[in-house]
């Protein structure tokens, strides 16, 4: 293991063109207090202390406070996956070259959106717990989580996604990672659905690129666009949706992070086809991510889709595709007097269904929970029969279809996010 820091990690501070600073002192002072827990551990908890958390910048107290780590935390990871840091350590340091790439990016972003941000980048260590935050203008980034490639060790984590973070990475990504998250501090807080996150998210590539007047890499922009056909139909089912899960921060999935791209693509193509471009620019990082007809009306005037609908349209056609509950064959939602003897319900949806069905158990308690067992659809895919348990007399019993997974053969999700069906068994 290195004792010595390389020279260029001591050059910490930077001045900006805006009065700007990048900060880097805590990655130095991290290490410094690493190494002197290496040679003396029974001392660990007084030198991290000493070494790091006593001087650690207004960047790092901030980051500590808002993701909810201290002391423990640094001392429980720095335990328990000494090969992690030891492959990812010469990887967290700053160059000149980088910070001379990012402070003359930031220069040309002022030049695309003129500003008075005086917010700091500041370069931590974050004990594992977050990549990155922003505070009031500041730039918080943990280059644990940022820089490292697929030569990292991640073996010791027992979280799978920690294990796949570094999957799509590379050091390389960090000047764009940096302008990225900087052109955070600029937008609006909220998105009110997928789109509208995938507009947020994608444009700071877009912007990104523009400021480093360099192509945007990501695994997500590459997939997308050798699938762009696909990940646009895809998109358009969901994208009214909340089902954040399916498009953003979702290492499990075989193509993670595409609402990335499509935002990237919907933020280019209104770049491109605004004739005003600074205005584009002003447009793009301004926009109300809370407001659904706000964010609608962006998404047209990008061209997107070439269906050219207005807001109101677009909302009505996504309206007119989500599957929607139309009733219960064997008796009314909530009848008061049914048949001890049902032994099956069946469920007609309005249009073809899915496969899988999301059912939740009674929220009274298991014992009003009639089903025992969900099976399937018939072959037009619109009527879902399920057996029901031996029912009881005068019982309530109560279930729920909800939209975690229920949605119509074509992708659009079930249009309530639970609906109750519920009844009650006739008197002896």
Not at 4 to 9: D, E, R, S
Not at 40 to 50: A, G, L, T, W
Not at 289 to 313: G, H, I, M, P, W
Not at 348 to 366: A, H, Q, T
């Amino acid at each position: 293991m290195k004792r010595i820091l390389p020279a260029f990690a001591f050059l910490t501070i930077f001045n900006c063109s805006n009065a700007q600073k990048i900060i880097s002192t805590d990655i130095n002072n991290f290490w410094m207090a690493y190494d002197s827990i290496q040679k003396n551990n029974k001392n660990k908890s007084e030198v991290i202390e000493r070494l790091f958390l006593d001087k650690k910048t207004d960047g790092l107290k901030a980051f500590m406070e808002i993701k909810k780590f201290g002391k423990d935390d640094y001392l429980n990871v720095i335990e328990k996956y000494p090969n992690f840091w030891n492959s990812i350590r010469p990887k967290t340091f700053i160059d000149s070259k980088k910070i001379k790439t990012i402070n003359s990016a930031f220069r040309q972003f002022k030049k695309l959106y003129p500003n008075n941000s005086q917010g700091n980048i500041y370069y931590t260590i974050g004990a594992m717990k977050s990549g990155g935050t922003t505070h009031h203008e500041d730039l918080l980034l943990g280059v644990e989580r940022i820089t490292g490639d697929k030569n990292t060790v991640v073996s010791e984590f027992e979280n799978e996604g920690l294990q796949k973070m570094f999957l799509y990475t590379n050091p390389s990504q960090l000047e764009q990672v940096t302008v990225h998250e900087f052109i955070h501090t600029f937008q609006k807080d909220g998105e009110v659905n997928v789109l509208s996150k995938a507009i947020k998210e994608g444009s700071c590539d877009f912007i990104a690129e523009l400021a480093l007047n360099k192509k945007f890499t990501a695994h997500y922009l590459d997939y997308g666009a050798k699938n762009y056909e696909k990940v646009k139909s895809d998109f358009k089912s969901e994208m009214l949706s909340q089902k954040f899960d399916n498009w953003f921060y979702n290492s499990h999935a075989k193509n993670p992070d595409l609402g990335y791209f499509v935002g990237y693509m919907i933020s280019k193509k209104y770049y491109e086809n605004s004739v005003d471009k600074k205005t584009a620019i002003k447009n793009i990082i301004e926009l109300d991510f809370n407001n659904e007809t706000v964010v609608l009306e962006f998404l047209v005037k990008s061209r997107y889709f070439e269906d050219q609908k207005n807001a109101e349209q677009i909302v009505s056609d996504y309206k007119d595709h989500q599957p929607k509950l139309i009733k219960i064959v064997e008796f009314e939602n909530g009848s008061q007097n049914v048949n001890t003897n049902t032994k099956k319900i069946h469920i007609v949806f309005s249009r073809p269904m899915y496969e899988k069905v999301s059912i939740n158990f009674s929220k009274n308690g298991k014992e009003h929970f009639p089903l025992k067992n969900i099976v399937g659809l018939d072959e037009s895919k619109t009527i879902l029969t399920i057996e029901t348990s031996d029912l009881q007399y005068d019982t309530e019993y109560d279930f729920y279809i909800t939209d975690r997974v229920t949605q119509s053969e074509d992708g659009y999700p079930f249009d309530m996010k639970e609906y109750k069906i519920s009844f009650k068994t006739d008197k002896k």
